[in-house]
């Protein structure tokens, strides 16, 4: 059908199918800035405003579209500055948004931003609440909200010309001691400051004299994800490309008797069916790790036994979308069903069905098919059982946690496509490119020489993209057709086809003496890796390296902890867990940290003295280094800073713990839930919960958590520094942006080597044919690891500028001289600008190209310490639990960027509320899952977010030239429990199955 | 998969379409739109003017394609039904999503509905001929039609109340109660099922004090009308026992 659509104010002539969305059309048209986020609407990645209201795009057909305007993100602003050609630059939306910290991975930034201006438009002047109400229609799963809230504020502000606009992003604390109680965090230096907290940084004395290290410098790519760029891997055009689709299995456990794929082959549009029997038999993992992979090898791309609802059975590439899966539906596959196993506690049994037969099965350390184990673990630190003798109190429990999902709001999609040497190139959002490349060249038999893996910018991962999880579907399609393919995934597929964090089943063992010292703590684990071993061992390893770690106990256990951990990771079938941000350690420190409250309760100890008193100290040896290190040598690694303490005390200031915990009154002072509503003629106004303020309980809760900083010895990451003719320079780096803002913060460091403001550094990441080497972006590495690399390739660079510098300045000594604010400068002042340097040695006098190169492997994982608490109410008649604040005082060493640092614990704290009290992921009887939407498995949303406070309490961490540890993923880890602990503090009972859930608490009130 | 797509500007014009086999109305296509297996054709009701919310003397009229936005933030809205539109759909499904769509597509988890059916909600439906149907009559078997309209009173007390897992998430546990000036009390539950049930539809004496079966009467009704509704999201016990405190917190709210 023909129709005519009005575009940003321009009419466009259309020929489209009925059934084609509004979402097809416009990106088809080349609006790239709406995104697919999933199909029913939920997250609201793909909004454009049609007549001015944001609405899905997908979720509408593009006919009904005709006859309104409709505005994309493209109908902004753009960069200010284009050659000889001046425009207006970005809209104060767009400009707030980038100052504010509020892009992480950008993919539903431009979707937030139109949500956004839709309320000013209307609006000048909003409340918080308005503009949570306005924006919450687009789920994030980096931000946590705060930013993007504070942006609107801000461009508000602006737009009302309330001139000058006061904005410090970051409050700083250069020594003052926290002040104690609720009203310390009430000193507003801003206008802003009364509705949102920003986040503290306590900073360490050797960082102040830096120019760029520690600055909220805005990040490197936010100016073109601001601005909806085609900036996405399936943000490209190739002519001829086909789609690919994935049959997949309708059973849990079975063996493909036949595959009849002539109908569907037959169906014109189709260019390629494959089934097992089409493909080289290659046994492999899809864990993104290094050489060689610490696990089992027991996947392929394709076999003749399914081994869980969602597992694959053919591969079908076509003209189109619609096509492919009208060609799914004519593949004629005979089963033989086999028994299935759904609960990892059958799976060990005597008589339960083998899950992996295959001979190709390649065993990893401990792993023994026949009994369905994937990995196995036994790790005895001390002499757990002599501690134990010596207790005087022991206390066991069992906990559990969920099987959760990634949710990174741009699910797994890549491009495969032969390049004009015959050299695959996979455009793949990854967290892996380089393992990408050296795990696919044997599974498609191909050397790694002809693969060229590109990442573009990647709309989140959080662990679930590393995993080579489906680029071999694409590149099998394209070597099969010889043509270029795009494969994304639906959101049904990212719950029933992609990873998620490993179920696990814990026992604790504690023993206690009468004055708290821990005199050993012991904890079995069951994980449930699903059909498939891909991290496995890793996942559940680090689960007690990490969790089982904190606590070393007192005195002399202190000398020598005992510690015990044993755990079985076995196979289900269930889709395969794999990584997933915190990696193991959030399903420890549910079961730790839970376990530790009730022991101090119990024994009428304060709780965070208790933790205090048992946590490791610095100058200690990090216990499990000297006992396992992920199926390697171990290597005994001491602990250099533990910053526990300090972010105790400042935690507890910011809560306002010593007012509240044990304070009677306060708990009972619970004001009746407001509900608001927006209207467009009265704004917004509440309306009271009807929630008897009687039947409410306020509640509080801590939780001391460890993470650490990349693989010790393993992880290694490359870069390249290129000085330009202007004084400019490309950075390269292997390392992997999934949102994080790691291009930024790796980016800063150069920068302060080189002396330059950040905006004289290019930042490229990452291609495999262009950039060095890097793991990729995983185990709270890259600022440590790659930023140490960048450092070391920076100052190579650094010494070559000085080198010449001294030349041109007639200095005999070329170590004196500092680089700074674009200049090289001697001791007697004299300087030279680093432009004038770059055409020297490029053009003029003994020309050479500066550049320098660094790789770094880290001999320690220094580990980031935090401290987390939440504050809630509890509706006792209902066990409806409400998160009121988190806040979180966290030693990550130096923070490079107080705002992308800062953003990663908000996002990491929001997510981590989701498996405190919502996300799980369920199966029924057969194998099926029950979540398959966001509908069902619900993610926060900006209107139902409790308050949250980020405090750093910086340590310099000595193995890094910047002092740096990690931030990424230790906000995982201490959330659940600390709601546990608060939902305990509140009512009184224990919650020892995550997540926390209205009847769980209504169960444990009631008795039954 | 939508094999054609209609955009008729009349009603009759509409109906006639819509008597095609395998034609469905289209209202904001939050789900229409997603892809199908089955061959259809869809009429879309944006150009019939069917957008309207009329105050006729204690009802309100709502067009069928009033969006679920619209509803919420129009005055007339009660404030009750109010809370549970904003639960029914996040706000760019709520921009898109109309009332009828709403009502035909429901499951037991709507909020919305679940607040229609305590205010005792009339579809106009038109087919060969027009008729004025119970939303409760309508939801069991929901037939085929056009639904043109929804009328409500607004000479009535509402209240709604919900547990979920979080503040924003959908329903385990949903209730909503319209109480009329003549003591006639509606009571709906939802969060479990094909659709909200209605739970109570009886005479209450509103005075304080006064006599008739007051709030016990309504947390049994509450309590009986989740005597099987166990499902993944909780068991019947717990719906039986919440739903229970719910209504009376809403009995409680429309004496207040």
Same mark, same amino acid.
């Not at chain 1, 980096?142 to 909200?145: A, F, I, L, S």
């Given at each position: 059908m023909n129709i005519t659509l009005s575009v940003n104010g321009t009419e466009h002539a259309i020929e489209c199918a009925?059934?084609?969305t509004l979402f097809t059309v416009i990106r088809r048209l080349g609006?790239?800035?709406?995104?697919?986020?999933?199909?029913?609407?939920?997250?609201?990645?793909?909004t454009v405003l049609l007549d001015g209201k944001p609405v899905n795009?997908?979720?509408?057909?593009?006919?009904?579209?005709?006859g309104h305007n409709i505005v994309t993100i493209e109908a902004l602003g753009e960069h200010p500055d284009q050659g000889w050609k001046k425009t207006e630059g970005l809209h104060p939306l767009q400009r707030a948004f980038v100052e504010s910290g509020a892009?992480?991975?950008?993919?539903c930034t431009p979707a937030q931003i139109l949500a956004a201006k839709t309320l000013l438009d209307k609006n000048p002047n909003p409340s918080e609440d308005e503009v949570r109400e306005a924006i919450s229609g687009v789920l994030c799963r980096?931000?946590?909200?705060l930013k993007p809230v504070q942006a609107v504020l801000r461009a508000a502000a602006i737009l009302r010309g309330d001139e000058p606009v006061s904005w410090d992003a970051v409050n700083w604390d250069f020594g003052k001691p926290p002040e104690v109680g609720?009203?310390?965090?009430?000193?507003?230096?801003?206008?802003?400051a009364s509705l949102l907290t920003k986040p503290k940084v306590v900073v360490?004395?050797?960082?102040?004299?830096?120019?760029?290290?520690?600055k909220p410098e805005?990040?490197?790519?936010a100016v073109k994800l601001v601005q909806g760029?085609?900036?996405?891997?399936?943000?490209i055009e190739k002519r001829g490309m086909l789609v690919a689709k994935v049959l997949h299995s309708p059973h849990a456990h079975a063996r493909i008797k036949s595959i009849d794929t002539s109908k569907a082959k037959a169906?014109?549009?189709?260019a390629a069916v494959l089934t097992w029997?089409?493909?080289?038999?290659v046994v492999w993992s899809t864990?993104?790790?290094?050489?060689?992979?610490?696990?089992?090898?027991d996947t392929f791309s394709? @076999?003749?036994?399914?081994?869980?609802?969602?597992?694959?059975v053919a591969f079908v590439a076509a003209e189109t979308a619609e096509i492919a899966e009208k060609a799914l539906t004519l593949i004629e596959v005979e089963y033989e069903p086999l028994p299935a196993i759904?609960?990892?506690?059958?799976?060990?049994?005597?008589d339960a069905i083998r899950i992996h037969d295959e001979p190709e099965y390649v065993n990893f350390a401990d792993s023994d098919p026949a009994r369905n184990v994937a990995a196995k673990i036994r790790i005895d630190i001390g002499n757990p059982d002599k501690g134990f003798a010596e207790a005087d109190h022991i206390f066991e429990g069992e906990y559990s946690v969920p099987k959760v999902q990634?949710?990174?709001?741009?699910?797994h999609v890549c491009v495969t496509y032969w390049d004009e040497d015959d050299r695959l190139v996979i455009r793949t959002s990854t967290q892996v490119p380089f393992h990408v490349r050296r795990m696919l060249a044997p599974v498609l038999n191909l050397?790694?020489?002809r693969i060229r893996v590109i990442k573009p910018?990647?709309?989140?991962?959080?662990?679930?993209?590393?995993?080579?999880?489906?680029e071999d579907v694409a590149a099998h399609l394209t070597i099969a057709t010889k043509r270029p393919v795009i494969y994304e995934y639906t959101r049904e597929e990212e719950f029933i086809a992609a990873r998620s964090r490993h179920p696990m089943k814990i026992w604790m063992k504690t023993g206690v003496k009468k004055?708290?010292?821990?005199t050993a703590n012991e904890m079995r684990v069951l994980s449930d890796t699903g059909a498939y071993g891909c991290h496995a061992l890793t996942v559940t390893g680090n689960t007690g390296h990490k969790a089982m770690a904190l606590?070393?106990? @007192?005195?002399e256990y202190r000398k020598q902890p005992n510690i015990r951990f044993y755990a079985d990771v076995v196979y289900t079938n269930t889709p395969p867990a794999g990584a997933f941000r915190g990696y193991g350690v959030p399903q420890g420190y549910w079961p730790v940290e839970r376990h530790m409250e009730k022991i101090a309760r119990a024994l009428n100890l304060d709780p965070i003295e208790f933790r205090l008193k048992n946590a490791i100290h610095p100058g200690?040896?990090?216990?499990?280094s000297t006992a396992w290190n992920e199926g390697r040598e171990p290597r005994p690694e001491i602990i250099h800073t533990v910053g526990l303490e300090q972010c105790v005390a400042q935690g507890k200031a910011a809560i306002g713990w010593d007012s509240k915990y044990g304070n009677e009154e306060w708990h009972r002072n619970v004001p009746s839930t407001k509900f608001q509503v927006t209207s467009e003629k009265h704004g917004t106004w509440n309306m009271e919960?009807?929630?008897?303020?009687?039947a409410k309980r306020k509640g509080i809760g801590v939780a001391l958590v460890m993470q650490g900083t990349a693989i010790p010895y393993l992880d290694m990451g490359g870069a390249s520094v290129k000085m330009n003719d202007d004084g400019s320079f490309n950075l390269l780096v292997g390392?992997?942006?999934?949102?994080?803002g790691s291009d930024t913060v790796i980016a800063q460091m150069v920068a302060e080597v080189l002396g330059?403001?950040?905006?004289?550094i290019i930042t490229y990441s990452s291609d495999t044919d262009f950039t060095p080497f890097d793991k990729g972006?995983?185990?709270?590495?890259t600022t440590y690891i790659s930023g140490a690399a960048a450092v070391r390739a920076a100052e190579m660079a650094a010494e070559r500028i000085k080198v010449r510098a001294a030349k041109m300045l007639g200095e005999?000594?070329?170590?004196?001289i500092r680089l700074s604010n674009r200049q090289a400068i001697a001791p007697s002042g004299k300087s030279v600008s680093l432009a004038e340097i770059a055409l020297d040695t490029l053009?003029?006098?003994?020309?050479?190209?500066?550049m320098g190169i660094g790789s770094y492997v880290s001999p320690s994982s220094p580990p980031p310490f935090a401290a987390q608490f939440a504050e809630v109410s509890v509706?006792?008649?209902?066990?409806a639990v409400t998160v009121d604040k988190l806040v979180m005082a966290v030693?990550?060493?130096?923070?490079?960027?107080p705002l992308t640092a800062s953003g990663q614990i908000e996002g990491g704290m929001t997510q981590a509320l989701g498996y405190a009290v919502c996300e799980e992921m369920r199966y029924d009887?057969?194998?099926?899952? $029950?979540?398959?939407?966001l509908d069902r498995y619900h993610i926060f949303r900006a209107d139902e977010m409790p308050e949250l406070e980020t405090i750093f309490v910086e340590t310099f961490e000595p193995s890094h030239p910047f002092g740096v540890k990690a931030v990424?993923? $230790?906000?995982? @880890?201490?959330v659940a429990p600390a709601v546990g602990n608060a939902v305990l503090d509140a009512?009184?009972?224990?919650?020892?199955?995550?997540?926390?859930t209205p009847e769980k608490i209504w169960r444990a009130l009631k008795g039954k | 998969m939508i094999t054609a797509y209609h955009r008729p500007q009349t009603l009759d014009e509409a109906l006639t379409l819509l008597a095609r086999p395998n034609t469905f109305p289209l209202g904001g296509?939050?789900?229409?739109s997603h892809p199908s297996a089955d061959s259809v054709q869809v009429v879309d009701l944006?150009?019939?003017?069917?957008?309207q919310i009329k105050k006729s003397g204690n009802s309100l009229e709502i067009g069928a394609t009033v969006t679920l936005q619209q509803l919420l933030e129009?005055?007339?809205?009660p404030d009750a039904l109010k809370r549970a539109i904003k639960l029914e759909a996040p706000l760019n499904i709520r921009n898109a999503a109309t009332v009828a769509g709403t009502i035909v597509a429901c @499951?037991?988890?709507?909020t919305f509905v679940c607040g229609l059916l305590a205010l005792d909600a009339k579809l106009a439906i038109a087919n060969r001929k027009s008729e004025i149907v119970n939303l409760g009559d309508y939801l069991?078997?929901?037939?085929?039609?056009?639904?043109?309209s929804i009328t409500i009173p607004m000479n009535v007390k509402s209240a709604f109340e919900y547990v979920a897992r979080?503040?924003?998430?959908?329903?385990?546990v949903c209730v909503a109660l319209a109480q009329w000036p003549s003591g006639r009390t509606r009571l709906a539950v939802g969060g479990y099922g094909k659709a909200p049930m209605l739970a109570m539809d009886g005479d209450v004496?509103?005075?304080?004090?006064?006599?008739?079966?007051?709030g016990e009467g309504v947390e049994a009704a509450a309590r009986n009308a989740f005597h099987?509704?166990?499902?993944e999201w909780a068991s019947a016990e717990y719906r039986q026992d919440v739903a229970a405190t719910l209504a009376k917190r809403c009995l409680d709210n429309l004496k207040a």
């Open positions: 009925p059934s084609e609006f790239y800035g709406v995104k697919f986020g999933d199909e029913q609407g939920w997250t609201g990645a793909d795009a997908g979720s509408m057909l593009a006919a009904q579209a005709e892009i992480q991975c950008g993919y980096c931000t946590g909200y609720p009203e310390a965090n009430e000193s507003p230096s801003d206008q802003f360490t004395p050797q960082t102040q004299a830096w120019q760029v290290v520690g805005k990040k490197v790519d760029k085609p900036a996405f891997a399936a943000d169906l014109p549009g189709v029997q089409d493909l080289p038999r864990a993104g790790q290094s050489d060689p992979i610490p696990g089992p090898l394709l @076999d003749n036994k399914v081994r869980f609802v969602g597992d694959r759904l609960d990892s506690a059958d799976a060990m049994k005597p990634q949710v990174s709001i741009e699910p050397p790694v020489k910018r990647i709309g989140g991962g959080f662990g679930g993209k590393q995993e080579v999880l489906m004055d708290g010292t821990i606590y070393v106990g @007192d005195g200690e040896y990090h216990p499990f919960h009807g929630t008897p303020s009687s390392a992997t942006d999934l949102g994080t330059v403001p950040l905006e004289d972006a995983y185990a709270s590495s005999v000594e070329y170590s004196n053009h003029k006098n003994e020309q050479e190209q500066i509706d006792v008649e209902t066990g030693d990550s060493g130096v923070i490079v960027n009887d057969k194998g099926n899952a $029950i979540e398959r939407d990424a993923e $230790i906000p995982m @880890d201490g009512v009184g009972v224990n919650i020892d199955d995550n997540p926390i | 296509g939050t789900l229409l944006q150009a019939l003017g069917l957008n129009s005055e007339l809205c @499951d037991g988890r709507s069991p078997l929901r037939p085929r039609g056009l639904i043109t979080t503040p924003a998430d959908k329903p385990i004496d509103p005075s304080p004090g006064g006599r008739g079966i007051q099987e509704a166990k499902d």
